[in-house]
């Protein structure tokens, strides 16, 4: 056990360490300044602790279920655990605008649960498109299921709630220049570490990351939701 929660803290070598280190950097550069803007400073720490405690069990546990066994994949290295704070910006992405959405005087409107729509179009994304890993060939049986989710979400959402409106937001110019560096960031994660990784990459841990980020942070979507926050 201590072996399988230890994994996520070593690195093969400075190569390695320092790649890892930068992508955390990116990701909560911008996590950070979107949470202040969602009221979600609290989050972002307790976040922050569950992604460490939690994620490299949930990560060696997904790579002993898909592999049983050796393969070339590394079981080191905090990308994991980076791959949950990006599961957490997808959220806070929305949990944002839903913060300036309501604080606007125009009919802008957005509901922070359009972030499972955008989470699980990414997971669709990711098993029907070709990997850079060998053993983590398209999979459409598991990614139609995430696109049929994602679609039947995005029509629920858009009858109950409305579509995402941002015309009216009004947003300053380093205010979009933050949401556009957020999407990018999001788009350029999701693509690195679950769709075009090098031979060697642990998708399998990257995902089981990215779902236990996601799952988190949405969860206080849910209970804000409840609250008539969301």
Do not use: K, M
Not at 46 to 57: D, G, I, R
């Amino acid at each position: 056990l201590w072996t399988a929660f230890a994994s996520s803290f070593v690195h093969t070598d400075a190569t390695h360490l320092l790649d890892n280190v930068v992508n955390y950097w990116l990701l909560v550069a911008v996590a950070y300044p979107l949470s202040v803007i969602a009221g979600w400073q609290r989050r972002l720490a307790l976040a922050a602790v569950a992604y460490l405690l939690l994620v490299p069990l949930v990560s060696a546990w997904a790579t002993l279920l898909a592999f049983g066994g050796t393969v070339d994949a590394p079981a080191a290295g905090f990308s994991d655990v980076n791959s949950a704070f990006l599961g957490y910006l997808v959220v806070v992405w929305f949990a944002a605008l839903a913060r300036e959405a309501r604080s606007s005087a125009g009919p802008s409107g957005i509901d922070a649960r359009w972030s499972l729509v955008v989470a699980f179009g990414s997971l669709a994304a990711v098993f029907l498109s070709p990997s850079g890993a060998g053993y983590f060939p398209p999979s459409p049986w598991v990614g139609l299921p995430f696109a049929a989710v994602a679609v039947a979400a995005g029509c629920v959402l858009y009858f109950r709630v409305g579509p995402p409106r941002f015309a009216a937001l009004d947003l300053d110019a380093p205010r979009e220049l933050l949401y556009v560096t957020g999407a990018s960031v999001v788009v350029a994660g999701v693509i690195g570490s679950l769709v075009v990784v090098p031979t060697g990459s642990n998708v399998f841990a990257h995902l089981a990351g990215y779902a236990v980020g996601f799952s988190v942070a949405f969860c206080w979507v849910i209970a804000d939701s409840s609250r008539g926050r969301a």
